[in-house]
């Protein structure tokens, strides 16, 4: 048992050095940042389509988070953002300059190594729309606001709200 209980905490931690070393080779440690933020990108603007389509539907925005919270579809950002859309902030921490940015360089890695990313391309194409609509340093969840103007509803619980 205690053989046992050593590797799971000692294993965990040769684990987590050897993560840790992979990343030292030139250029991993950007790309694996570039490839989390890929995923934080998308992964917002699909919540906003989730929440618009629940929204849309008659589900109470409350159950739509509670639903994607306690799913298959959990994750950091639907954590962290559907609060800052539903306040109506955006989140302000991270410009969609930066997310442009971004994303234009992990398509970049994507075409070195010889494919192109669909999803990566599509999103980048999304967030250059807001940029352009919103400005470089509107908040990253901007993407999400461009299809609350375009659909005519604000995502404010409890059924959305309704744009003058």
């Known amino acids: 048992m205690v053989a046992v209980l050593w ?7 040769l684990r987590h050095v050897a993560w840790m070393l992979a990343l030292l080779a030139v250029g991993n440690a950007a790309t694996v940042k570039l ?6 990108f998308t992964h917002a603007a699909v919540i906003g389509e989730a929440l618009m389509l629940g929204a849309k539907a008659g589900v109470p925005l409350d159950v739509v988070r509670e639903a994607l919270m306690h799913s298959a579809g959990n994750s950091w950002v639907v954590e962290h953002d559907i609060p800052s859309i539903f306040d109506g902030h ?68 409890p059924h959305g709200q309704a744009t003058t």
């Open 7 to 13: 590797w799971q905490t000692q294993g965990l931690r």
């Open 35 to 40: 490839l989390t933020n890929l995923l934080w």
């Open 90 to 157: 955006y989140d302000p921490s991270f410009s969609l300059a930066l997310c442009c940015k971004d994303l234009t360089l992990v398509n970049q890695i994507a075409e070195q190594q010889g494919y192109s990313l669909t999803m990566g391309q599509f999103a980048l194409a999304q967030f250059e729309k807001a940029k352009e609509i919103y400005g470089p340093d509107a908040a990253e969840l901007h993407v999400v606001k461009m299809l609350e103007d375009k659909v005519g509803l604000l995502l404010r619980p």
